[in-house]
């Protein structure tokens, strides 16, 4: 046996042996509080992912067993559980073999759980059932084998990805912020079902990446991109898109291009701006699905299977839009902030009427299909943000979805053309008048925009109230009190309430301003 074997084997001894401590305040927990909670929820043959030292074996008589531990699984069959097995990667068992399965504290140790997420899929039957636990924070913290902390929401996405659907939770003892953060026991627990096979798909995606003298980051955005997971039978092309860098640039660029094989080069022979870089990146695309990206973020290896499940649950025949959260970073991809949904207090029902005139949707973390690129091309004139284009496009012409979960890291830097400048308070009173001039001018724009929307809409025979965003459209205009007062009505203040009340006072001014101009 080598060291390395020995040293395995002596932690897989102290684990055995760390199991083996028990108390009776532990027993009463299991027996009469976790336990029961898990027996009620599971059907049918049951397999114990990870079963330890046999507890539940032992509470739910019938249930099979499996753990990577020897030591585990000679003391499970010692007590007479001859169901038990040692498993490594190939499993006793054929397909469809169970209708239910336990994961408690399990997973966060896991630091790459899809393959034995896959296992489980596998040998569940459809439409079974996987319960999972995971500690809260104080239990987190308890152990020094934990790898990988759970949200409810990062479960839940994690599950999704790999064919699973959430049908109920539920907390030990209870559901508690204080007993989360002091209580070792405390965990959280998810009822999943495995979801019936999906066809097997194949398709690719373009992915449209600006680039202007960005060489300080585009290498570790290259990076992200290539390493993110990609989902069965998907394949990515990133149509990299040079906006006339200095020659020194385009130089260091161009030197990066042979380590990627996915990239197909444009150079614009003028300089044209993000927006019209971004048109030109869209008339260059073929494959059925685009997402957008920025060349100094930097993607977390789950974006691309995360927002393309979502979009794939859309029909293909409408436009269709997913966007995501993000985490904003600085420079050095340092968090700042660990959700820009949070920072800015987006929620769901925002993606309304309200998008009319504030933009919700980040656009290096959209994805969305061919018919919405039929729709808004050409971009408008005088176009604000090919983002905020896009998103209105999807809202009133087909589907339009938010993902709380971060897929992207936002950094803030300098050079941003873009960014979120939530600190930035002294900044914001600084240029407060030169902001009100532009709010108007923007608010006039996206009102031209609102009356292309419509006339695009009414070329494709796609049913909407357009007779209700024409009149939006023109009240946006703030000609008279009454517009303000028919935007109120329409719900296009229906955005985040830090902006709602200063949103309906610019209007309630720039029409009484309009009012005492004409006398």
């Known amino acids: 046996m080598d ?13 055995h042996r760390y199991l083996l401590k028990r108390n009776w305040t532990g027993d009463v927990y299991r027996n009469y509080l976790l336990y029961p909670a898990i027996n009620k929820r599971l059907v049918g043959k049951t397999l114990d992912v990870g079963c330890g030292v046999g507890n539940f074996l032992d509470f739910r008589i019938g249930t099979t067993g499996i753990d990577i531990n020897p030591y585990n699984i000679r003391f499970c069959q010692d007590r007479g559980f001859k169901e038990t097995f ?48 995971v500690p809260g924070p104080a239990g987190y913290e308890n152990d020094a084998d934990h790898k990988v902390f759970y949200t409810q929401e990062k479960l839940k996405s994690l599950m999704e990805t790999e064919g699973f659907t959430r049908i109920d939770s539920f907390y030990t003892p209870f559901e508690s912020t204080y007993l989360e953060e002091t209580l070792s026991q405390y965990c959280y627990f998810a009822v999943f079902t495995k979801d019936p096979i999906r066809p097997k798909l194949s398709y690719n995606i373009d992915i449209i990446l600006p680039y202007y003298n960005g060489s300080k980051y585009i290498k570790d955005q290259l990076d992200s991109i290539q390493k993110c997971k990609l989902p069965e039978g998907c394949s990515v092309k990133v149509l990299l898109i040079d906006d006339c860098s200095s020659v020194s640039e385009t130089k260091i660029l161009e030197s990066l291009l042979s380590d990627y094989s996915f990239i197909e080069f444009h150079r614009n022979d003028e300089n044209l701006g993000v927006v019209k870089t971004v048109e030109k990146g869209l008339q260059l695309s073929t494959a059925p699905y685009v997402m957008l990206a920025d060349h100094d973020d930097f993607w977390l290896p789950e974006k691309i299977q995360l927002t393309m499940k979502k979009l794939l649950e859309f029909e293909n025949s409408q436009p269709s839009l997913v966007f995501t959260d993000l985490k904003i970073v600085d420079e050095h991809l340092n968090i700042k902030y660990p959700s820009m949904f949070k920072c800015f207090d987006f929620r769901p029902e925002y993606i309304s009427n309200g998008i009319l005139i504030n933009n919700i949707v980040t656009g290096c973390t959209v994805a969305f299909n061919r018919k919405l690129i039929e729709i808004s091309l050409p971009f408008p004139k005088d176009i604000l943000i090919h983002d905020h284009w896009l998103a209105v496009c999807a809202t009133f012409s087909g589907n339009i979805a938010a993902l709380t979960h971060p897929t992207v890291l936002y950094r803030q830097h300098d050079t941003n053309l873009i960014g979120a400048n939530y600190e930035s308070y002294w900044f914001k009173l600084r240029n407060f008048i030169q902001k ?8 006039l724009l996206k009102s031209d925009q609102t009356m292309e929307l419509i006339k695009r809409l009414q070329e494709r025979n796609v049913c909407h109230q357009t007779t209700d965003l024409e009149v ?26 830090s902006r709602k009340l200063a949103a309906i006072i610019f209007f309630i001014v720039v029409s009484a301003y309009k009012k005492f101009k004409t006398k």
């Open 3 to 15: 060291k390395n074997e020995l040293e395995s084997n002596e932690l897989l001894q102290e684990y």
């Open 86 to 133: 040692l498993v490594g990667d190939e499993w006793p068992f054929s397909e469809a073999s169970f209708d239910s399965a336990i994961l408690d504290n399990v997973l966060e140790h896991l630091t790459d759980p899809i393959p034995l997420l896959a296992q489980i899929r596998t040998v569940l039957k459809t439409g079974g059932r996987l319960i999972i636990g």
């Open 436 to 443: 009100i001039k532009a709010k108007h001018h923007s608010h």
């Open 472 to 497: 939006i459209a023109n009240a946006m205009k703030a000609n008279s009190l009454m517009d303000v007062f028919y935007l109120m009505r329409a719900k296009i203040f229906n955005i985040r309430p």
